[in-house]
């Protein structure tokens, strides 16, 4: 059973705007570190950003700094990824993570992975 379900990938128009959800079942989000990889054609995957246990502490590749944002509702038990003035480059799909530790910019380091989701931009 995959705990983790992306949701909200799609086509949008540069400097267009997107909102990922992650929603975990089985895992409770209050008591793991939360991050969004992405995987462009081609590449390996990239970290894009990451949110403490918490929900206290994020952190962002210097890529999407600014212009994306991370957060978690404990209630919904749901991560989200709100992204802002979209690129061409940001095209890839995207994953979310979790792991019982301290934020990682690793993706060896997360135990649990979604199965992504894709979003595309056109120009």
């Known amino acids: 059973q995959v705990p983790l379900v992306e949701s909200g990938g799609g086509l949008v128009q540069a400097g267009g705007s997107l909102r990922l959800s992650c929603r975990a079942s089985?895992?409770?989000?209050?008591?793991?570190?939360m991050a969004w990889f992405r995987r462009a054609p081609g590449k390996g995957r990239e970290f894009v950003a990451a949110i403490n246990w918490r929900g206290d502490s994020t952190s962002y590749a210097s890529s999407v700094k600014g212009r994306f944002t991370i957060s978690r509702d404990f209630v919904k038990n749901t991560m989200y990824l709100q992204m802002n003035t979209l690129k061409s480059e940001d095209a890839a799909v995207y994953y979310c993570?979790?792991?019982?530790?301290?934020?990682?910019?690793?993706?060896?380091?997360?135990?649990?992975w979604g199965q992504g989701t894709q979003v595309t931009v056109s120009s």
């Open positions: 089985g895992l409770t989000l209050g008591t793991v570190t």
């Open positions: 993570a979790a792991r019982r530790f301290g934020p990682s910019t690793r993706a060896e380091e997360y135990a649990y």
